[in-house]
C-alpha cells in the first residue's frame, strides 16, 4: 500500500487523518489521526488507520516504524486513538506547537486521554533532546512549530533550535533524514503569540503548512490548514503575498480546512453571515492546474440548519467553484473505508480514483482559473512572525 509516493486522505468520519508516503516503503509521515471503535466495524465505511498503518509501515526491529507524525491541534477528531498508536507504532519524530495546549493549562482535566498521551510524550521527548544538547535519536525526536512564550521556560531552556521552526521555516528533514528533492514542508502557522496575528481561538493555534514530495513549491503541493478560519487564512495570504513568498500558497491538493467548514469564507459581520470571495479568489488565483479540493468529512448534506456543524453545504458548493479537478469528500467516493488516494509523479499530484464527482467537475471554475493566469514570484525564507 505504501510503495510508491502519494498521499492518503482517510475516511474517518468528520475528522482529519492524512498520510504522505514520502519514500516508498520507507518514510512516511502522518498528519493528525482519527481511529476509533467505529471504524473496526466491517459495516462501517470509517477506516481503521492505525491497523492500516500497523499493517504497511516498514518494519524497524520487527515493529511497524512511522518516520514522523504531526499534531495540528488536539480536538478529538485530530488525535483520537493516539495512545493505541504508541503502544502499536514506533513513531520516529513528532511534530507539534506548544500553543494547542495553553488553553488547557488551567484545566488539565479539559484534555482527552489521546491529547494527554500525546502531550506527555511531546514533553518527553522535549527533555530528551535538551538533555541530549541535539539529536536524541529515533524514538525520541521532536519538532517544535510556531512561536510561543512557552519557550522562554524553564522546561525548553537549551532547545536546539535546529528542532524548532517558525512560520516562514522550510523543513526538508523527518526522523533524521536528509530529504532534499524529496519532501519539503513550508511552515504557515501558527503565529506568534501576542502579535496582531494571534486570533486566540484554540482552532487559530493549528498547524498550517504547504506540504511538497519534491523539491519546487511553485509546482504546487497540498495545502493544511488544520481548523482555520476565514479572519487567520486572509492573515497566511497577505503575510506571504507581503513577504514574496507566494509559491508556498500553490496547491495541486487543498484539504477543505475544518472539514469543509463554511467558516473559511463566510465570516459574521455585525451579525451577518457575508462571503468573503476575496479568499475564494486567492484560493482559486494559486491552484495549479486541475486541482482537487477535499472534504475530510462524513457525506455533506444537501442543506444545512443554522447552528450546524461541519460539513457545510455552502461551503461544498463554493468549493466547485473552485476546484476545476473536483470537489472530492472521504465519504463520496462509493469504496469501503477506502481512503482518497493521490499519486506523486515528478511534480504532478494525480488523483487516483475517478468518480462522478471529479467527472462532472465545474466547467465555470476551470474558465476562471484559466483567467487568473498561474504566475508567481520564486519561493525565499521569510521568518515572518519571528521576533525582530
Not at 81 to 94: A, I, K, S, Y
Not at 326 to 333: K, W
Amino acid at each position: 500500500m505504501f510503495d510508491e509516493k502519494c498521499v492518503y486522505f482517510w475516511p474517518v468520519g468528520t475528522g482529519d487523518s492524512t498520510t504522505f508516503v514520502v519514500r516508498p516503503n520507507e518514510v512516511v509521515f502522518q498528519v493528525d489521526l482519527r481511529h476509533s471503535q467505529k471504524s473496526e466495524d466491517e459495516e462501517t465505511d470509517c477506516a481503521p488507520v492505525i491497523d492500516y498503518l500497523e499493517e504497511h509501515l516498514p518494519k524497524v526491529d520487527g515493529k511497524p516504524y512511522l518516520s514522523a507524525f504531526a499534531i495540528t491541534h488536539p480536538d478529538k477528531d485530530h488525535i483520537q486513538g493516539f495512545e493505541e498508536l504508541l503502544e502499536r507504532v514506533t513513531v520516529g519524530e513528532l511534530w507539534f506547537s506548544p500553543r494547542i495546549f495553553r488553553e488547557h493549562d488551567d484545566d488539565p482535566n479539559s484534555l482527552g486521554d489521546d491529547a494527554k498521551a500525546f502531550r506527555d510524550e511531546a514533553h518527553r521527548r522535549v527533555t530528551a533532546t535538551v538533555e541530549a544538547g541535539g539529536d536524541p535519536g529515533a524514538g525520541n525526536r521532536v519538532r517544535i512549530v510556531g512561536w510561543d512564550d512557552l519557550l522562554d521556560e524553564e522546561h525548553y531552556q537549551g532547545f536546539p533550535l535546529e528542532f524548532f521552526s517558525v512560520p516562514g521555516d522550510v523543513v526538508e528533514s523527518l526522523d533524521g533524514d536528509d530529504l532534499t528533492d524529496e519532501f519539503r514542508a513550508f511552515i504557515h502557522g501558527p503565529f506568534k503569540q501576542g502579535s496582531d496575528e494571534d486570533v486566540g481561538d484554540r482552532n487559530e493555534t493549528s498547524l498550517a503548512m504547504q506540504v511538497v514530495l519534491g523539491d519546487d513549491p511553485s509546482a504546487g503541493g497540498v495545502l493544511l490548514f488544520g481548523d482555520h478560519k476565514y479572519p487567520v487564512i486572509r492573515k497566511i495570504f497577505d503575510f506571504t503575498k507581503a513577504h514574496r513568498n507566494e509559491a508556498t500558497l500553490r496547491w495541486q491538493v487543498l484539504l477543505g480546512p475544518h472539514h469543509c467548514s463554511k467558516s473559511v469564507m463566510y465570516h459574521d459581520e455585525d451579525g451577518k453571515e457575508v462571503l468573503k470571495q476575496d479568499i475564494l479568489d486567492d484560493l482559486g488565483k494559486y491552484q495549479v492546474g486541475a486541482g482537487y479540493i477535499v472534504a475530510s468529512a462524513n457525506s455533506i448534506p444537501a442543506s444545512n440548519q443554522d447552528g450546524d456543524n461541519p460539513p457545510h453545504a455552502k461551503a461544498k458548493a463554493r468549493y466547485q467553484e473552485v476546484a476545476t479537478g473536483g470537489f472530492v469528500c472521504t465519504h463520496d467516493d462509493g469504496g469501503h473505508a477506502e481512503p482518497l488516494k493521490f499519486t506523486v509523479n515528478g511534480s504532478d499530484i494525480e488523483y487516483a480514483q475517478t468518480n462522478s464527482v471529479v467527472k462532472g467537475a465545474n466547467a465555470l471554475a476551470a474558465a476562471v482559473s484559466a483567467a487568473r493566469g498561474s504566475d508567481v514570484t520564486p519561493s525565499t525564507k521569510v521568518g515572518f512572525g519571528c521576533p525582530n
